[in-house]
């Protein structure tokens, strides 16, 4: 019961945000995807197949990734965001699969060479965390790729999400991933000073 409510408020939390926060606004948004992340798409990812953008916001990584010739699903637990990243996707809205989903009772069905994932999972409580690696495990093709951007352990400001070091990346996806690459960065926002952050590129291991 308690699980429940936790899931309905976080919800809640997600859809006011984005109801009452223009897109400009969002301290995440970034026109473009960060720097690291395209090169990674270049250097570790299939050059084309299926990718999902997971909590995918303002849609950013769903278009390049669309405008790069993937078959691109979208998804966000919240409805208003999965509404502003199609109306931002503007012509190419056709081509991506668009989905309300929680990533920790996720309901989509096969399976992506890529996932990408900024900033999701660095808001998930430890229970959420493993019903993520789980999705994830799920979802992935063997030898798919996981891009993936979280909070750094080096940040220091009070507020915000969780932090990740490489380290516990590792022990989190111990279990049939490979990490192939990680780097401190940035995270491109619209805050005064932006946050630090760990970017990440993990591998499904061949089963
Ligand atoms: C920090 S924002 C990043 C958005 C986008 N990836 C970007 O970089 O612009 C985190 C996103 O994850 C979504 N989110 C949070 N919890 C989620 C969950 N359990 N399942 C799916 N999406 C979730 C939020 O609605 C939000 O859009």
């Given at each position: 019961?308690?699980?429940?409510?936790?899931?309905?408020?976080?919800?809640?939390?997600?859809?006011?945000?984005?109801?009452?926060?223009?897109?400009?606004?969002?301290?995440?948004?970034?026109?473009?995807?960060?720097?690291?992340?395209?090169?990674?798409?270049?250097?570790?990812?299939?050059?084309?197949?299926?990718?999902?953008?997971?909590?995918?916001?303002?849609?950013?990584?769903?278009?390049?990734?669309?405008?790069?010739?993937?078959?691109?699903?979208?998804?966000?637990?919240?409805e208003?965001?999965i509404?502003?990243?199609?109306?931002?996707?503007?012509?190419?809205?056709?081509?991506?699969?668009?989905i309300v989903d929680?990533?920790?009772?996720?309901?989509?069905?096969?399976?992506?060479?890529?996932?990408?994932?900024?900033?999701?999972?660095?808001?998930?409580?430890?229970?959420?965390?493993?019903?993520?690696?789980?999705?994830?495990?799920?979802?992935?093709?063997?030898?798919?790729?996981?891009?993936?951007?979280?909070?750094?352990?080096?940040?220091?400001?009070?507020?915000?999400?969780?932090?990740?070091?490489?380290?516990?990346?590792?022990?989190?996806?111990?279990?049939?991933?490979?990490?192939?690459?990680?780097?401190?960065?940035?995270?491109?926002?619209?805050?005064?000073?932006?946050?630090?952050?760990?970017?990440?590129?993990?591998?499904?291991?061949?089963?």
């Amino acid at each position: 019961m308690k699980k429940i409510t936790q899931i309905k408020k976080l919800t809640l939390d997600w859809e006011n945000h984005y109801k009452e926060t223009a897109m400009e606004a969002l301290h995440w948004y970034s026109e473009e995807v960060d720097p690291e992340v395209a090169v990674a798409i270049k250097k570790f990812c299939p050059s084309r197949g299926s990718a999902l953008d997971l909590g995918t916001g303002p849609g950013t990584m769903a278009i390049e990734l669309t405008k790069l010739g993937y078959n691109v699903t979208a998804t966000d637990i919240s409805e208003s965001a999965i509404n502003m990243a199609k109306a931002r996707a503007g012509d190419l809205a056709d081509r991506i699969k668009f989905i309300v989903d929680d990533v920790r009772e996720s309901k989509v069905e096969g399976k992506f060479d890529l996932i990408h994932d900024r900033g999701c999972l660095h808001v998930l409580d430890a229970d959420g965390i493993k019903k993520y690696l789980s999705n994830i495990s799920r979802l992935l093709n063997d030898g798919g790729i996981l891009l993936l951007k979280t909070f750094s352990i080096e940040e220091t400001r009070a507020d915000g999400p969780n932090r990740y070091s490489p380290e516990l990346i590792k022990s989190y996806f111990e279990q049939g991933f490979e990490l192939l690459h990680h780097e401190e960065t940035i995270y491109p926002s619209t805050l005064p000073v932006d946050p630090k952050a760990l970017f990440c590129v993990l591998r499904k291991r061949l089963s």
